[in-house]
């Protein structure tokens, strides 16, 4: 946004900045003082000894005083005080007074009694109001002294006394407004700047990636988010072209910008992956042109997008448990109808095989229909126990507790892999929900046992219990009272891909013998809770996420 022109700037720099003025203050006064010394000089024969020995020391005097005073500001930087600015202003009146006394001729009167002008002019840019006055005072005074001591006192000295005072408040007025303006422009800028500071501070804080790009496609803007969803430092490529950059990350992002800088086609909500050497998420994007707002910035694109995968991940969820309802559902009635008939069946077989007449054939097959069919019904106890989770009762359940025994349990499985490490780590802090104790001890066991089963032999398998922090909590899931977090990792070989889109489905299993249930009751038991369970795996390990609603604090303290 632009609110003035560089001319302008330039023009206020030089007028109102009093570092640059007393820079031309010095080159003022050396050339005045030059200009008479060398007057003297080629008028030597001609001139009075007096004049020339003021010509030469004005001359001196300048060198040295000037030295002294660049020597002050240029080279030890030392602020510009008072003190010093009524010297340096003294210094000038003197050195003018010299200047106006060596060239005044009694029949024509002071030649250049209009450098007290200037002197006032600097004064009154410099100084306040007083200080200029002071200033313009002390040099009429000087003035009118040397006057009366060179022509003596007439009309001429009283008429041009007097226009110095006019000219001298005239100045110091002009200047005055000049510098309440320059102070209402700092104002200004001062606001302008805070404004850009808290502008830049609230970009810097969204979540969301935001980047500006002008009508050849080259960066104005982009916000720290946009260079850590995208893996890429911007802020060196400002002023560079930065679709082909963005598209080696997100074909998708590179070529909403690209249809929005050539054919002013915005996106309302495109979705896409950006592929990080990293990781791999899915992310929307909006994109909107500016065309026209200011005749002083030409045409700009610009981009807002975020990650939304854990949001896919929640419809994901959603979609999932809607058709372990349905199945469910459905696999309760079956299951009903499927036992009776079974134990029928075994109690015939069963009955068969122990007749008197029966064969040692007769006894095999019915012992293995027997067998089997007690396998089967297992099979469809834990399908009804699938079916069946439901929270029953919601009582103050302490997750460190559920953690501890599920661990204990599970680390004493017959089935657990051998020499796996069992490692609990729960946070000092209350960790409470509401729920039903013996559905959560359930769902905790079978995912710490299928990270044991999981494992190869020497591995570690870790349960951590804490509050969870703000990273951790899915957006769109709603957590009023913040929520607790259990983790279960392994560093097993990993979830195959071809199974980890059916992972929380009834059957769905990669071990031999496995009945693919432990995960699938899991998830319905956290989702009874209203909590989520999330899953992330790769070939060195996978951890499931658990996030349970935390327990409402009693009479409003913080549990």
């Known amino acids: 946004m632009r609110h003035s022109s560089p001319q302008v700037d330039t023009l206020y720099n030089v007028v109102l ?22 007057a003297a000089v080629v008028t030597w024969f001609y001139t009075e000894q007096t004049k020339t020995f003021i010509s030469t020391a004005t001359l001196v005097g300048a060198i040295f005083f000037t030295a002294a005073s660049f020597f002050w500001t240029e080279v030890n930087r030392k602020p510009l005080t008072k003190g010093f600015l009524y010297g340096q202003l003294t210094f000038d009146l003197l050195v003018v007074t010299a200047v ?22 600097a004064a009154a840019l410099m100084l306040p109001i007083g200080g200029a006055l002071l200033i313009a005072a002390l040099g009429l005074v000087i003035y009118a002294f040397d006057a009366i001591m060179v022509s003596g006192f007439s009309n001429a000295t009283t008429l041009q006394l007097l226009v110095f005072s006019i000219v001298a408040l005239s100045t110091v007025y002009i200047s005055a407004r000049l510098q309440q303006a320059g102070q209402g422009r700092e104002l200004l800028v001062a606001e302008l700047t805070r404004v850009r500071l808290r502008e830049k501070d609230i970009l810097a804080n969204i979540k969301s990636g935001i980047m500006t790009v002008d009508d050849t496609g080259a960066l104005l803007f982009a916000n720290p988010s946009a260079s850590e969803l995208l893996g890429i430092d911007l802020e060196p490529l400002v002023g560079s072209p930065i679709v082909s950059v963005v598209r080696a990350v997100s074909p998708v992002l590179a070529d909403s910008l690209d249809h929005a800088v050539r054919d002013h086609m915005n996106s309302l909500r495109a979705e896409g992956e950006i592929v990080r050497p990293d990781r791999s998420f899915s992310f929307g994007v909006t994109t909107t042109s500016a065309v026209g707002v200011d005749a002083n910035v030409g045409p700009s694109t610009t981009a807002i997008f975020q990650d939304i995968s854990d949001q896919k991940r929640l419809e994901q969820l959603n979609l999932r448990a809607q058709r372990l309802e349905a199945v469910a559902e459905l696999s309760a009635s079956l299951a009903h109808e ?29 012992n ?3 067998r089997e069919s007690d396998r089967l019904s297992r099979l469809l106890s834990e399908f009804l126990d699938f079916a069946r989770v439901r929270v029953t009762r919601r009582d103050a359940v302490d997750v460190a507790a559920v953690v501890r025994g599920a661990a204990a349990l599970a680390g004493a499985h017959p089935a657990r892999t051998e020499s796996v490490r069992l490692v609990v780590d729960v946070a000092p802090a209350p960790l409470m929900v ?31 219990a804490s509050i969870a922090t703000g990273d951790q909590l899915p957006r769109g899931v709603p957590f009023p009272h913040g929520a607790v977090a259990l983790q279960v990792i392994d560093e ?68």
């Open 17 to 38: 900045d009093p570092r640059r003025l007393i820079r031309w203050i010095y080159i003022g006064r050396l050339s005045i003082a030059s200009s008479i010394f060398v």
């Open 434 to 464: 509401l729920g039903d104790d013996d559905l959560l001890h359930r769902a905790v066991f079978n995912l710490v046992l299928n990270a044991i089963q999981a494992s190869r032999p020497n591995e570690r398998v870790r349960l951590l």
């Open 368 to 370: 293995l229909i027997v």
């Open 492 to 559: 097993g070989p990993g979830i195959p891909a071809s199974v980890q889109d059916r992972l929380f489905e009834p059957f769905t299993t990669t071990k031999t013998g496995g009945s693919g249930l432990g995960l699938a009751i899991a998830h319905r038991a956290i989702e009874a809770h209203r909590g989520v369970m999330l899953v992330d795996t790769n070939d060195r390990g996978t951890r499931f996420t658990v996030l349970l609603p935390r327990a409402e604090p009693l009479d409003g303290a913080k549990a």
């Open 100 to 121: 106006v006394h060596v060239t005044t001729v009694p029949e024509r009167g002071a030649q250049f009694a209009a450098l007290y002008i200037l002197v006032n002019a």
């Open 338 to 366: 499927i036992k009776n008939p079974l134990a029928s069946i075994r109690s015939a077989v069963e009955q068969l095989s122990a007749r008197p007449v029966a064969t040692n054939d007769e006894r095999t097959l019915g």
